[in-house]
């Protein structure tokens, strides 16, 4: 029974007359027992039963280097105080030349992520400008981190769940998968090894980099390609100052919403991913709750590989609200994981066939970026009005003076479509950031050829 409905017949009880209950309507209500039409909705909109996924999580992990971390805060709001408004974040952080790098983007970087989203913003507008604030959070992090002069570096894969929709942000090789109902897989995340990665070898030289492997004394080349200075296997981290800020800290980002069937997320670090594939992985903890399921796949990937590395895994289970998730049947083809690169935005054709597939799965593709140029993932939306000044920087957050806003789009590096009258518009600092990840000034202690 609606509560309009339901309204309505406690005041027709009061009355003494009988009255017209056709189409819910009383004919001898008196004025001082009538209720606004728009009273009613509202109470009817507030009474509708929204339905969200039961999140169910599990985290195994065997340290080698003691470099791996996870995140886990399930009880964030978009809306402080309100319950309605509560999403999930999880994340693992892959650490390497140290663990600073990762401790530091584990305990800043969901923190400089909401920080560049607006406030006051409805639930849909909020995961609209989710992407972008990922982009700009990102880069705050790596950014006030090298400011540490610290030499560390990780990769990041950090994940937002708000009820269906799922959206996940990456640096480096670390990965996350969707094992939605039927027994699909699909990869939510890139690979940014620069051995699978062509255009990112690209990018990387036309920057200044060199990309090779590693010569021995006898002039014989071994190991995966890396990136000179430094020796980094990976195009895209947090941290890694010593090598060059050629290795941006911009993530790839993908924003899917899932039936009410829902699904299971495998967030895992390299340890995984280098012992098992997406689909060994998925299948291994098939019919098994999240916090076993973590630990089944941690134990397949030290059966295959041993403990080489610090092997991490996170499991997500967004289960509907009747908790009857049922298990997925084991796959059939294996031929189903998508690709791991998109580092341009693909031809309409192309994103149609894949959200076509997306669709077949019970799945919607919002959104798909990994472009390594910061002035394509900020857009051309303007910047927040600041404080004191006329604007808010779009990385840092802090006010612009009227003399110093520069915009992203000023000699943009790679772009035809450079407006530099147009927002957003970065801080010096930030400016000087955007030029160093282009190639376009040395980095930190490092001289570009």
Request: charged share 25%; proline share 5%.
């Amino acid at each position: 029974m609606s509560c309009s409905m339901a309204l309505q017949r406690s005041a027709d009880s009061k009355r003494d007359k009988p009255s017209d209950q056709r189409y819910g309507h009383s004919a001898r209500l008196q004025p001082e027992q009538m209720v606004p039409l728009a009273s009613l909705l509202c109470r009817e909109v507030k009474c509708t039963k929204i339905e969200k996924p039961v999140i169910r999580c599990g985290l195994a992990a065997q340290p080698k280097k003691g470099e791996d971390f996870a995140f886990i805060k399930a009880d964030c709001q978009r809306i402080p105080g309100d319950v309605s408004s509560s999403f999930c974040v999880f994340a693992v952080f892959d650490g390497h030349n140290g663990a600073s790098a990762a401790v530091y983007s584990r305990d800043h970087l969901l923190n400089d992520v909401l920080s560049a989203i607006p406030a006051g913003l409805k639930r849909e507008d909020w995961l609209t400008a989710l992407p972008r604030a990922l982009v700009a959070g990102f880069v705050k992090t790596d950014k006030e981190f090298q400011e540490r002069e610290q030499t560390s570096g990780t990769t990041v894969t950090f994940v937002v769940v708000d009820g269906w929709t799922v959206t996940a942000a990456s640096v480096g090789d670390s990965r996350c998968i969707l094992d939605s109902q039927g027994g699909v897989i699909s990869l939510l995340t890139a690979d940014h090894r620069l051995e699978v990665n062509v255009e990112e070898r690209d990018r990387i030289t036309a920057s200044g980099g060199e990309v090779g492997r590693l010569s021995t004394v006898g002039g014989a080349e071994i190991g995966p390609l890396r990136c000179w200075p430094g020796g980094l296997c990976l195009s895209r981290s947090i941290g890694d100052m010593d090598v060059g800020e050629f290795i941006v800290p911009i993530p790839f980002v993908k924003q899917i919403k899932l039936s009410s069937a829902g699904g299971r997320l495998i967030i895992a670090s390299d340890g995984v991913w280098d012992a098992l594939s997406s689909d060994k992985a998925a299948n291994s903890c098939r019919g098994l709750p999240a916090e076993l399921a973590a630990k089944q796949i941690v134990k397949e990937a030290l059966k295959c590989r041993g403990l080489r590395d610090d092997t991490t895994c996170l499991v997500v289970d967004l289960i509907p609200p009747d908790n009857s998730l049922p298990s997925s049947p084991p796959l059939k083809n294996k031929s189903n994981l998508m690709g791991a690169c998109f580092l341009k935005r693909r031809p309409r054709e192309a994103t149609a066939k894949v959200a076509e597939k997306f669709t077949d799965m019970g799945i919607e593709e919002l959104f798909e970026e990994g472009s390594a140029m910061l002035a394509e993932r900020l857009g051309t939306e303007p910047s927040t009005p600041g404080t004191e000044g006329i604007f808010i920087c779009a990385i840092c957050q802090k006010d612009i003076a009227p003399s110093e806003g520069i915009s992203v789009h000023a000699g943009a590096f790679f772009s035809t479509n450079t407006r530099p009258w147009e927002g957003p518009f970065l801080c010096m600092a930030c400016k000087m950031k955007k030029d160093a990840m282009e190639g376009k000034r040395a980095s930190r202690g490092v001289e570009v050829a």
